[in-house]
């Protein structure tokens, strides 16, 4: 028996707290990308604690040891890979009533993976067992790629199988055209409660945040042009009162391109003592982290989002749609550039700090938009959740 099943079972037998507080409230069971070491993904767990913190939640999980310690205190787990929690899975799937599939682009094309439909037909097969015993099935925060043909047809099955779709952005309501969806801002939004934001003085040495990952299109091309952009921005910067601090919101030991292995291809051979490595990838220390920048540099989707409901401006670099989107949504076209544009990544800096207190204000008021919005997610609680 393998390790990570002995502390499945070990866990169900010894932590009886849990168990007992989850036989006294209502059940839901949250679907994503879980457990896996992404600090995008578990801002989606936390915001489903927040949003469901009077129900009972179960969660999938690829691994336990990868998951917030504040998460695994408060949730069931069950194995995400393979038939691991086999008659756990039984067992609560009978117990529970709401299925929800929490944040993130769900209705995707897993490019290089050997089946990258394997999730468009798991979804599928969830949700026609759930509709065969009549179990509720939400979409919150959710997204779709650029997906057509068959992978199009499954995705909309999908959709049509759901109670009701709250998704990040408008590209989504016209692929799947299903009626029963409602757009709002990312699920996010559900951890920031106010705006406290303290105005930044330039006059001061700049932080600057850097979030890169190695998973862009055509990778073995559009990786190392995105590395000699960022050098040619450390050595632009050099012996100025710039710091750079590369932030690893993915780290696995199951990968070899996690954001650790970006990190170090970022700085290998650099000259430059105006780059460092942020050494945690905790969602808590980057929460900490960001209100101390001045500015984010993002290409995955979540240093920007998080970014800006820190009050920090980003440029964001878009190598999916869903970038690119999230910044036209609130009005920030300008601060957005497509990864074939990355020639532009250099002047795009330097105006931000040249125009930084002008460009400061469209972020707060960015910002205060996007939490303003937040009551509308526990509407849709009250409302589906009873």
């Known amino acids: ?28 069971l949250i679907l994503g990308s879980y457990g896996r070491g992404n600090a995008g993904d578990d801002a989606f767990l936390f915001s489903a604690l927040k949003l469901f913190n009077n129900y009972s939640l179960v969660i999938n999980s690829a691994n336990d040891d990868l998951l917030p310690k504040e998460i695994v205190d408060k949730v069931i787990t069950i194995s995400t890979d393979g038939a691991g929690d086999f008659f756990k899975k039984i067992i609560l799937f009978f117990q529970i009533r709401y299925v929800v599939y929490c944040g993130g682009d769900l209705f995707v094309e897993l490019h290089g993976e050997k089946f990258p439909r394997i999730s468009l037909w798991k979804m599928l097969i969830v949700n026609i067992i759930c509709k065969i015993f009549n179990k509720k099935v939400f979409y919150l925060g959710v997204g779709a790629g650029d997906i057509s043909g068959f ?13 009701f779709i709250v998704t990040r952005d408008s590209h989504t309501i016209r692929l799947l055209k299903v009626k029963k969806m409602l757009e709002l801002p990312d699920l996010a939004i559900n951890l920031f409660e106010t705006n406290k934001t303290n105005k930044k003085n330039l006059k001061q040495t700049i932080y600057i945040g850097i979030s890169l990952l190695y998973f862009l299109p055509d990778p073995e091309i559009n990786f190392p042009l995105v590395v000699e952009e960022f050098q040619s921005l450390f050595a632009f910067f050099d012996n100025k009162d710039v710091k750079f601090i590369i932030i690893p919101f993915f780290i696995s030991k199951h990968t070899k391109h996690d954001d650790l292995w970006v990190s170090k291809k970022l700085i290998n051979n650099s000259k430059y003592k105006n780059v460092e490595v942020f050494n945690s990838n905790k969602l808590e220390d980057i929460l900490t982290l960001l209100p101390q920048l001045s500015l984010m540099i993002g290409t995955r989707l979540h240093a920007n989002i998080l970014a800006v409901l820190s009050g920090i401006p980003t440029l964001g670099i878009s190598y999916r749609p869903k970038v690119k989107s999230f910044f036209t949504q609130n009005k920030l076209d300008e601060f957005c550039i497509n990864i074939d544009e990355i020639e532009k990544l250099v002047p795009k800096i330097s105006m931000i700090i040249d125009s930084y207190p002008e460009i400061e204000e469209l972020f707060l008021s960015a910002q205060k938009d996007l939490i303003s919005q937040k009551v509308k997610y526990d509407s849709i609680v009250k409302k589906f959740f009873n």
């Open 1 to 28: 028996m393998g390790e990570c099943s002995r502390k499945r079972i070990s866990n169900i037998k010894t932590d009886k707290r849990i168990i007992n507080d989850f036989m006294l409230k209502e059940k839901i």
């Open 151 to 163: 992978s199009l047809f499954l995705a909309r099955i999908s959709a049509k199988l759901s109670d």
